[in-house]
Structure formats: structure tokens, C-alpha cells
């Protein structure tokens, strides 16, 4: 019987410089790798990231830490929404 | 909870942002590497925090940018130092007690003396005191092992001594000389005259007489002995001892001043105080002068708190006034100024001493009035001299 090879795959560059975000339910959200914010409303943040833009609706949006390595939103998310 | 400690600590700054630019303002502030933290619009304007150092940077954005930025409330360490810093005095006065706190720890605040019963408690302070050991002494200067050496070699009554320095208080410790017997019982001894005299009694508990009834002898002449020999040549030391009564002449002489300058107290005085701190004294007085001449007498009492000594006395100086009267006595006066006196050297000096009879000799000579007595006196003469091996 021939044995199964464990195939490891290498990190990509896509893994690496790709946005990466974490959501805490619909209360909290993580984002890495954010370029600019382009509107922020109470109700709306939309930002750039590398390759596309990403935008979130909800209510009380607000912005928990704001610095070069994340940003943290919290609020009531609804919807979250990508633009090529 | 460690963020915002670390926060506190840098000093935060909550702010008010409201304008044109507020988004182009942000990701400058984001491309310069400046943190914000609890941004949150509220009638199109935004609120948010920024650390105290990286608000004047973010200021200057913000006006780039054409946004405009208030400053709502400041809170942390650094603002809270600020305020101290416009009180000159407040930050003189603190960094000037820090010093003096410092600089205190090298000077000696007490000195304790333990396990020293000794006659002289006094002196053993002064000698110290001349050592250089004395309260507000600079203690690096003190070599505490070679000074201990010393003093233990000028106070006599002490034969051991140990200073050690218990952060600022130095204690000694001291052990005083148990000084032995003179003579043991069991050690040969002979008795010789202390005293010029004429014998006139001998009680010999031990030993062979050497004198006579109503012989004379001088200081250091062989009483008793205490070496024996048998009838077979056999020579034995003993442990000689005896009264030996005799007639002895005793003089003294007292001198008195006719003309007095005594000193008779009022009975106004006054009291003030004054404080020591490391042995510099301050009074807490202005008027230096005094209406009389005055006596004083201090009360000393050190600061302790907690079972803690510190470098700081008050002192309380009572002056009792007083005014100097010459008095000019008469020469009987005197005469019994004198009396008095010798009635009481008799007391105190003589009072193991039967006196027989005594014969007076007055002088008086530039205004001083001297009378010298001379005593007959019965009295024991004995006293022990150790024997060498030798001998």
C-alpha cells in the first residue's frame, strides 16, 4: 500500500500582502493590510485596500484604533460589501 | 488594563475634528505612523484619542488637510507634572527635600550606647565626640574600626568596643572591665604602713608581727609578714592580715574669699527655644538680649517617631536671672564659713577615723582668710602588699 505524501504548500505572496480580516460576530472587525479610508460616515466606513475596496453599512460604526498595522471597526456591522 | 496604564503614562489628549478633509486627514495620519484610538462621528463631527506626544504632529495634518481640531480634554502623567512645573517653588522645594534627603544619609543622625552601665556615660560620649563621632559627623570621613581601637584604648573602665552603623545611627556596643580583685585570699601577701604613725594596738589574724607596740613607723614600713618559718627551716607564704591602729597626724587646710562676688537669683526668668538639626543649633528667637545675667538650664528632647530617631532636638533654655552682690564678711564670719566646712570634711573624709585632738592655724593674706588643721588621729594603718613568687 503506498503511503500518502503530506504536501505542505509554501506561504504565497497572496497570503502574505492579501487584506486579512477577523470578525468578532457583527460587532468587531480586524482588518490588516488597509491602504486608506475613503468615506467614513456613522453609518458607512469604505477603505482601499491593495487590490480592491472593501465597504462596511451598519449603525454606531466607529473606529476602535486606527494605525498603520490594523484597524479595528466597531458597531453594529450589517453588511459588508467588495468593489474590484 | 496595561494599555491604558501605558496610555495614562505617555499622557492622552481626546480631541474634536470637524471639516472638509477628515478621511485625507486620517490616512496621512495613518502614513505617518500617528495611532488614534475611539474615533467615533457625531454630528459630522469626529471624536477620537491621540497620544500627547503625536498631537502637535496631527494638528499640523489636520490644518494641512483643512480640518479643523480642538482640543477637548488632556489627562496622564505628563499633564499632570505640567501643572507642578509653573509653581517654581513647589519643584524647588520638592527637588531640595530630595537632596537634602539624599545628602542627609551620609551624616550620623543618633548614637546609641548599649549595655554600658558605666560611672561615666558622659565621657564615654565626650571621648567619642572628640573622635569625630557626634551627631551630624560626615560618615565617610569616619574609619569606624580604627576609631573604636582608639577609644577603647582612652576610656580605661571598658574592655571591649564594637561601633557599627546602622544606616544613620551609629551604635556602640560596649563591654566594661571587670577589674579583679587586688589581692586574692589565697595569695601571699605582707601588710605594710600605709601612713606615718605610732602603733598603738595590733590585732594579727595571720602572719608574724614585725613591730612593736608604741613603735614608730613610716609609710611602707613592714607591719606583718607573710612569709613564715618553722623550727625545722621550713619557709611558708602566707596570706598575711591584721589592724594595726596608730596614732597618726592629719592637715588640711581651707581658704576663704572675704570679699564675695555671690550670685543672688531674681525671680523673673525667662524660657526659649531653640532646635538642632545634625548639630547645628537655630533658636527660635530674635531678641538676643537679656535684662539680667541668667543661668541656664536646658531641656533636651530628641525627635522620635515611631521608634525612629531623628537628627533633630528641641531644646528648651530656662535662664534664671540672677544678680552678682559683693559681700565683704567679717573675719569671725569667715571663721565660721570655715568651721562649718571642716565639720563637714570631717563627715564625709574622716568618718572612719577616731580624731583625738586637733590644733587650728589661721592665716589671712591679700583679703583671703586660711585656716589649717591639724589632727590627731587614731586610725588603721594596714594595708595589703602582694608577695612576688620571687620573694
Redesign the interface.
Known sequence: MREKKLIVKPYTEFAIHSPRMILYRNQEAVIEG?K???????NMIRFQTKKQEICFYGSG????????ENIIITGMIDKIEYFA | MYVRMLRYCKGTVNFQMYGKGIEDCLNETLSEGIKLWNLKQKNQKLYGCITAREYRAFWRIAHKNQTRIHMIRKAGVPFYLHRFFNRKGLVLGTALGIICLLLSQNFIWAIDIHDYEGKDREYLSEVMENHGIKIGAYIPTLDFRKLQQEILMEVEDISWMALNRKGTVVEAEVSEKVVPPDIRESHPCNVIAKRDGQVVSMDVYNGREMVELKQAVSKGDLLVSGILDDEMGNVRQVHADAKVIAQTVRTHTIRFHLNQSERCFLDGGTSRRAIEILGVRIPLYIDFSLPHPSDIKEEKEELDILGYRYPVTFITENHHYYENLNTEYSREEGREIIANAFHIYEEEELKSIRILSFKDQEIEKDGVLSITREYLCEEDIAVKMQLSINE
Open positions: 488597509c486608506k479610508i475613503l468615506i467614513y460616515t456613522d460604526l466607529s473606529l476602535k484604533s486606527l494605525n498603520s
